[in-house]
Structures are given as C-alpha cells and as structure tokens.
C-alpha cells in the first residue's frame, strides 16, 4: 500500500520566506498541500542579521502555510545560504586486506567513514558529506562497488561546510518561529534537485539561482555535484544600480526594475526614438538608461557565475550549459544574452515535477523552496542531523537499498522553461 507523509521546507531568502508543505506519497509523488510566501526582513545577503525580524517573517509564513494547509507543521527542512558556504572535494581511500578481495559494505562504511572524518576548523560545521563515486584498483567511476573484486578502494565527495554561528542564528529563528527543523539543507543543491534533469547532472551542467541578495551556484558532472558555491551578489544589487544611476529611491528602482527592466540584445539597436517610461509617483527615466545599467551588472554577474568554473575551457566541462533560475532569473532575455555572451547552451528553470497546489510555484524564485522539500525527502537519511549524525552504516545501507530512480527523462517542458514573466512578488 502506498505510504504518504506530510512534510515541510522553509526557505528563508533575502527578499522573501517561503514556507511549502506537502504531502509525499512513496518518498517520489509530491503533491502540494499549500504555501506561505512572504516578505522577509533582517536578512542580508542570504545570512540574519537580525534575529526577530527573521523570526516574525518564518512565523507569519508558517501561519499562512499552516492556514492553506489545514495541517499543523512542527518542522520543515530549511536551506541555507550566505557566503560563509565553503566546499571542497575530498578523496579517501581504503585497502580491501581479506584474502577474497571482496568488497562489501564494511568496506564502503569505512570509506565513509573516514570521509566523514575531516578537520573543520572550529568556527565551520560540515553541512553536507556527498559521496560521488567509487574507484576500485584505479578503475573510476562506480556507483557501487559491492560485489566486485579489488584490493583498493577509493572514494570521491563534495563536502559542503558552514559558519557555525550563521546556522545557529538560523535555526534560532526557525525554533524561535516554533518549527523543529528536520534537516539544513544547502540552497543550491535544493534548486538543483528542483530544476535540472538527469541527463543535465550526467553531461555537465552549471546551475545558478540568482536570488535578492545571493547568487548559489553548483556544477554538477557524471552525475554528482563536483562544486558549490555562494556569490554575495543578486537582483538587489541591479536595484541598488538602478536607484544610484538614475536618481530613483529604491522602492521605485525595485518597481522600475520589475516592470520595465530587460537585457535583449536588439533593444539598443531597435530603439529608435529614446522612450520615457513613467515609473510611479511623479518619477520618470529613460527607457535606455535602465537598460544600460542592467545590462552593465548582469554582464558582472554572469561572468562571476563562469569563474567558478574550476577551468577556463568551461564549454567542455559544462556541455549541456548555464541553467538560471532564482527571481532575477525572469529578466527579460536573460538567457539569450547569457548563451550569447558566454557561448554555452543557457535556459532558464523553474521547479519540474510537483502536483497539487502548486500553480503559483512553477516559477524560478521557487526553486529552492521546492527544491528543498524534493532534496529533503529523497535524502533524508543522509541530511547531517542537528543533533549528530546519522550512522553512517544506515545512511550506507540505506543507499544500497534504494531502488534505482526511475529514469524521468521526460522532454523539457518549454513552457517552464521560459520562466516566463511571472511575478514573484511578496519579495
Ligand atoms: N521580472 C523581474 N525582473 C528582474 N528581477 C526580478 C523580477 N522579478 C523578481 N525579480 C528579483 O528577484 C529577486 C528575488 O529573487 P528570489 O525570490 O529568488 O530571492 P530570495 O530567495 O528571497 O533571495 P536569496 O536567495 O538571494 O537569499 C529580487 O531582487 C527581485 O527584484
Ligand atoms: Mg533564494
């Protein structure tokens, strides 16, 4: 019989806290039950900077959810972000010393184990430990060695770290709004599980969500993460461009930026006559003006995304390209400049694959909130608990148990895909 819990990822952004609860039918089917987006405040660049603001947004957020809902949430799955994100890739390896060479699952929990055993230093706290992949004497690549004969067992992780203090003042406020959290999860990671495909992963793909105040990046090849990133930078940035450049207060620049801003290639050539655009009270700027200075710091933005490319022939690494998403992903044509500026396939992303209520977050600023509930579930037994860490022989057993995913390599949605206009207001 089909086995459905309820569950709940809160991601608290810089420009809005959005709460998602849905139910999980078979740890696959995620239908959404419903959903609290709200402004948030006291926050800066992905990080709190004030305790109760924070704690007031996540409650309020809670309490719409909780009313759309009908269901009672005690915790949620919370993503992180913030540019005191570190990573790095790892290698461990063991020697396979019994006289069959036979590898079993002793073996891979002492791998792990021994990955799992790295110095941070004590301001740091390791977020995520991903296994990539296991080689056995030299030959790369396996999923899962178990079974197989060698005498060396070698395997590859992303390790993921965080300040200490910055997810201590998250989960304050997460506690502080009454709500247990099942599991920190990093945001890129999140909007990843929620936008890219199977065969993106496989190939090569760069993902960034281009948030209010954060840009949280991750590559991915054969198949895993090999890098994460966070860049203190986002659609605050444009809105602050826009309001120094062209004299506006910031409340307008937001507005103007929204509402007229685009970056398509041919508006420059294709204006012929300069147009003034009527902003609100009073305020007016030239059409050409505003796109000058967006395209000015996205043009900065899109090749900080590309230097975290660990090789300057990135088009080799990343194959399938750039996948945007995050609000300020819904800038007009900003995939066609990105694919046009950086020479790599771009598209923009919004999350794939969830049910229910769930028309208002088919958009990118919703990446990382579903993609939090998606990682949350399929993960769970490998989230880094709170309160310690999961044995590392249930979460290794675990993995060898699941089933094999289904190969959803259903045709892309285009109509997802263009993002579209869609207003991710409340942020
Ligand atoms: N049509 C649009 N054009 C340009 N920018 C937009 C548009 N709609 C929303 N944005 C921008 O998207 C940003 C908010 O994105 P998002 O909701 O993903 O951020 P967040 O998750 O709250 O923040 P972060 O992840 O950076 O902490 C804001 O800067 C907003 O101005
Ligand atoms: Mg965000």
Redesign the pocket.
């Known amino acids: 019989m089909a086995k459905t819990i309820i569950r709940t990822a809160i991601?608290v952004?810089?420009?809005?806290v959005c709460t998602v609860v849905a139910d999980v039918t078979d740890r696959s089917t995620i239908r959404v039950m419903g959903t609290g987006v709200v402004h948030?405040q006291g926050?800066h660049k992905?990080m709190v900077v004030s305790i109760n603001e924070v704690k007031d947004s996540i409650r309020e957020s809670v309490r719409i959810a909780e009313m759309s809902s009908g269901h009672k949430i005690d915790s949620a799955y919370v993503g992180v972000?913030g540019n005191h994100i570190g990573s790095l890739n790892n290698h461990r390896m063991v020697t396979i010393s019994r006289n069959d060479r036979l590898v079993c699952r002793d073996d891979l929990k002492k791998v792990l184990e021994s990955a799992q055993n790295i110095d941070v230093s004590s301001d740091k706290q390791l977020l995520h430990v991903i296994p990539r992949s296991y080689s056995l004497d030299g030959q790369a690549g396996m999923k899962n060695p178990v079974g197989m004969y060698g005498a060396r067992l070698d395997l590859e992780t992303h390790i993921i770290t965080a300040a200490v203090t910055s997810v201590k003042n998250l989960v304050k406020c997460i506690r502080g709004a009454k709500v247990d959290v099942d599991g920190l999860v990093f945001?890129s990671l999140a909007s990843s599980e929620a936008v890219l495909t199977e065969h993106e992963k496989e190939l090569g793909v760069i993902l960034a969500?281009i948030?209010?105040?954060?840009t949280?990046i991750a590559i991915y090849k054969d198949g895993s993460v090999c890098h994460t990133a966070v860049l203190p930078v986002?659609?605050?940035q444009?809105?602050r461009d826009i309001s120094i450049s062209l004299g506006l207060p910031t409340a307008v620049a937001?507005v103007a930026?929204?509402k007229y801003?685009n970056v398509d290639e041919d508006f420059s050539t294709e204006q012929k006559d300069p147009v003034s655009l009527s902003i609100e009270n009073g305020y007016n700027i030239m059409h050409q003006d505003l796109y000058e200075v967006v395209r000015a710091r996205m043009e900065e933005i899109l090749k900080l995304i590309v230097m975290e490319m660990p090789r300057s022939e990135y088009t080799n690494m990343v194959p399938t390209g750039l996948v945007l998403t995050?609000?300020?992903a819904?800038?007009p044509g900003l995939a066609a400049m990105a694919q046009e500026m950086l020479q790599i396939p771009v598209r923009v992303g919004s999350p794939r694959e969830i049910h229910g209520l769930a028309d208002s977050l088919y958009a990118?600023?919703y990446a990382?909130g579903v993609g939090l509930l998606m990682w949350g579930v399929k993960n769970d037994e490998d989230i880094i608990k709170l309160n310690g860490r999961k044995s590392l022989l249930s979460r290794l057993l675990f993995k060898l148990r699941r089933p094999a995913r289904p190969d959803k390599k259903k045709p892309y949605d285009e109509g997802l895909a263009k993002g579209g206009?869609h207003?991710?207001s409340n942020?």
């Open positions: 991601d952004g810089t420009t809005k948030s926050l992905g972000s945001s969500d948030g209010g105040g954060t949280d986002g659609g605050y444009l809105t937001e930026k929204r801003a995050g609000g300020t819904n800038l990118p600023a990382s206009n207003d991710t942020s």
